[in-house]
T-cell receptor, first 113, second 114 residues
């Protein structure tokens, strides 16, 4: 069964550094999402992406965040200048066009020191 | 925007008993309600979902009920087993034909004791 994959599984970075989190959605899916989960808290929506454009974003997704589909398979989340409060698990998800079931990747644990 | 509340935050049951987790949502336009199971350090995994045109859905030991009037939905797990121990999240979204943003509840830590 196809799955969403994410790399790296764990990223440690210094405050102020840029990080790029990578995701490979399920191949026939066309909607892509990023969510984050601060340790012990609920999953929070960051952004949805379709047809090379952001469909919707939350208030968390400020100017420090950006997303990109650089090629036919990868979907990336960039944080330009990381803050301590960006430490969280970041999940990528994907769904088929017009569908509603979202499949989550295994997550990237981001630790900002 | 949508707000989802979930209760209880922790639930401890004996193996073989039933477990019920309840969620309420605020946006009457929401029409899709999935439930995810998350084991420690793992991804959220969809276990069951229900759409607003249906009042109840069952899959083996798991069932979900939806009351659109009251804006609440519940997860029922029967004959619980130790492997059911995990955090369960409800979510709600408004599917418009394109992508949909999931708004999650705060999670329920279910512990099934032997």
């Amino acid at each position: 069964e196809p799955e969403v994959t994410q790399t790296p599984s764990h990223q440690v970075t210094q405050m102020g550094q840029e990080v790029i989190l990578r995701c490979v959605p399920i191949s026939n899916h066309l909607y892509f999402y990023w969510y984050r989960q601060i340790l012990g808290q609920k999953v929070e929506f960051l952004v949805s992406f379709y047809n090379n454009e952001i469909s919707e974003k939350s208030e968390i997704f400020d100017d420090q965040f950006s997303v990109e589909r650089p090629d036919g398979s990868n979907f990336t989340l960039k944080i330009r200048s990381t803050k301590l409060e960006d430490s969280a698990m970041y999940f990528c998800a994907s769904s088929v066009l017009g569908g509603d079931t979202q499949y989550f990747g295994p997550g990237t644990r981001l630790t900002v020191l | 925007g949508e707000n989802v509340e979930q209760h209880p935050s922790t639930l401890s049951v004996q193996e073989g008993d039933s477990a019920v987790i309840k969620c309420t949502y605020s946006d009457s336009a929401s029409n899709y309600f999935p439930w995810y199971k998350q084991e420690l350090g793992k991804r959220p995994q969809l276990i069951i979902d229900i759409r607003s045109n249906v009042g109840e859905k069952k899959d083996q030991r798991i069932a979900v009920t939806l009351n659109k009037t009251a804006k609440h939905f519940s997860l029922h797990i029967t004959e619980t087993q130790p492997e059911d121990s995990a955090v369960y999240f409800c979510a709600a979204s408004k599917v418009t034909g394109g992508g949909n943003k999931l708004t999650f509840g705060t999670g329920t830590q279910l512990k099934v004791e032997l």
